[in-house]
């Protein structure tokens, strides 16, 4: 039997994602209290539908968490059960904005500030997310990509390597990327703020695009960029890594940083690894 456990961040996406799983003949059930994860196992195992692909949303929402998660967890592995663990998340500002549009309060702090529960849930699956086989980071994905990331991992049969790499740019007036592994600053690239017909698009729009990469620094700095990642990568694989977060950094976080970024993720996407690009201040200026 193939097991999978969606777990994550209220509002990044678990219901989608079992949803998704569900269209590709998975079995699932939602909301699943992490103690009863072995004899849903049974239960399935003993089924006459000959269920071989089951997956199940275990979240804050099962109440008493780690305890119980992680027990169940040892079970399955004794009872012979592969499974693996699909941690669904997103940035803080994404999830505030999800839930104001939903007019839904945080499961874990309904009655205080939006932002408390997050932090709150954050800090309670820090183990999980360590744990975790396959990391999503669904803040700049809509459901059909989200769709196509879980069918890359789940139905496609690719022998994809467990390492999620996820770029993102950032503008450093707004603060640093405090979660990055890696930080490269970008602001010795001429910036395109200053150039009129530029200063209202994004590195996402391919007019900014040409100017950052008309310069022959911007070019040599991917080239080394690519090299320098490259050589890291199989060290954090090695290492049981799932997830690398590289952040591009430049002075608002609109153009430079937009553009590399993509670049970045592109040239490792035709490396053959996984990799997710998202844009932590493109729309705020």
Request: charged share 30%.
């Amino acid at each position: 039997m193939e097991f999978v456990i969606i777990t994550g961040m209220s509002g990044a996406g678990k219901s989608q994602a079992m949803k998704a799983l569900e269209d590709m003949g998975y079995y699932c059930m939602d909301n699943l209290p992490p103690a009863l994860l072995t004899k849903f196992a049974e239960l399935c195992n003993q089924s006459k539908r000959n269920i071989d692909k089951v997956a199940v949303v275990v979240d804050i929402r099962g109440g008493v968490f780690f305890v119980d998660l992680f027990k169940g967890l040892e079970e399955l592995k004794e009872q012979g059960i592969k499974y693996s663990i699909l941690y669904l998340d997103a940035l803080d500002q994404v999830l505030i904005k999800r839930y104001k549009e939903l007019r839904r309060p945080h499961p874990l702090n309904p009655k205080e500030g939006i932002l408390d529960g997050i932090l709150e849930e954050r800090e309670l699956l820090k183990e999980v997310k360590k744990r975790a086989d396959y990391i999503i980071d669904t803040s700049n994905l809509s459901v059909g990509m989200l769709k196509e990331e879980i069918y890359k991992i789940y139905f496609e049969g690719l022998e994809l390597r467990r390492l999620t790499i996820s770029v993102t740019s950032f503008g450093f007036k707004h603060g640093i990327l405090l979660d990055a592994d890696l930080v490269f600053d970008v602001r010795f690239i001429p910036n395109p703020y200053y150039i009129p017909e530029l200063k209202d698009l994004t590195g996402v729009e391919e007019d900014v695009k040409d100017y950052v990469f008309q310069w022959d620094q911007t070019n040599l700095f991917v080239e080394k960029l690519m090299d320098m990642l490259e050589f890291l990568i199989p060290y954090y694989i090695k290492e049981g890594k799932t997830q690398l977060i590289v952040g591009i950094g430049c002075t608002g976080g609109k153009h430079r940083s937009v553009a590399i970024a993509e670049e970045v993720a592109k040239k490792l996407e035709e490396s053959g690894h996984r990799a997710i690009v998202s844009h932590r201040d493109y729309k705020l200026l």
